[in-house]
Structure formats: structure tokens, C-alpha cells
């Protein structure tokens, strides 16, 4: 589905971004998303009120980077092809998302140890908010290219 003219107006829905823009969008928004959510789950397995948990194989506790760096050498793989515009688009998605669970954990790659909470911890807070803001000013500041016409 072609978007729709939006007569020099910022885009209101993702139907309405420029297809080529769109994997950068919900990269965007996965990363978001996801740092949000993962710092609710942890402070929720923190805080043992919820039925989550650490997961672990063999005693050894498995931090969330180490699925954000798959998930990223996954894409990063799925994109050396050829790719529609909504396989684009997922691949922005699922970026983002594995970006999250990196950065997330930047402080303990870092120090090598689990400072997750510690006061150096917030450095990976810091991280995230600085890409965040970053990202969604340089998607809100620049003009996106348009379509040719087909």
C-alpha cells in the first residue's frame, strides 16, 4: 500500500512514513519499548514480586545482552540480502530491540561485573537516553527522501 499524500504534514501514522523510512522508525521504537520494558521486568525480579526470574544454564546466569547480540547478528545477517520494504521495516523493529538489550547492559560490559544496580549502572541509563533523544531528534529534524514515483 503506497503512502498517503500528507501534503507537507509530519506523518501521523506508520502507514503514512516513507516505506524506506519506516525500519528506522520502529528501530527507534523497539529500542524505546524494550529498555523500558526490560528495566520494569529486572526491577520486578529485583523486587520478587512477580513470577519471573534470572534466566540461568548450568548455574551460570545468562544476561539479556548476550540475547540483544544474537538478535543483532540475526538481522545484521537478514539485511546483506535483497529486502522488501516491510522486511526492512522488521529488521528496523528487531535492531532496536536487540539494541536495547545491549545497551541495557552497557555498564556491566563495561566494568566486566554486575554493576546493574550499582551507581555506575546508571551509566547504561544514561546511554539509552542519550540514544534515544538523539535518535528521535534526528528522525524528527530530518526530512525523509520521497518515493520515486512508480
Excluded: K, N
Amino acid at each position: 500500500m503506497a503512502p498517503r499524500e500528507t501534503s507537507g504534514r509530519r506523518p501521523r501514522r506508520l502507514r503514512e512514513v516513507v516505506a524506506t523510512r519506516r525500519g528506522y522508525v520502529l528501530a527507534w521504537w523497539g529500542f524505546t519499548a524494550t529498555f523500558a520494558l526490560l528495566r520494569l521486568i529486572t526491577w520486578l525480579i529485583r523486587e520478587e514480586v512477580s513470577f519471573l526470574g534470572d534466566v540461568a544454564v548450568g548455574g551460570t546466569h545468562l544476561h539479556h545482552y548476550l540475547w540483544g547480540i544474537l538478535l543483532i547478528a540475526v538481522v545484521g545477517g537478514a539485511a546483506l540480502g535483497d529486502r522488501t520494504p516491510r522486511v526492512r521495516a522488521g529488521l528496523g523493529l528487531f535492531f532496536g530491540i536487540g539494541l536495547a538489550l545491549v545497551v541495557d547492559e552497557a555498564a556491566l560490559l563495561i566494568q566486566l561485573e554486575d554493576v546493574y544496580w550499582d551507581t555506575f549502572g546508571w551509566v547504561s541509563v544514561g546511554l539509552a537516553l542519550l540514544v534515544i533523544g538523539v535518535a528521535g531528534s534526528v528522525l524528527a529534524m530530518t526530512g525523509a527522501p520521497r518515493e520515486p514515483d512508480r
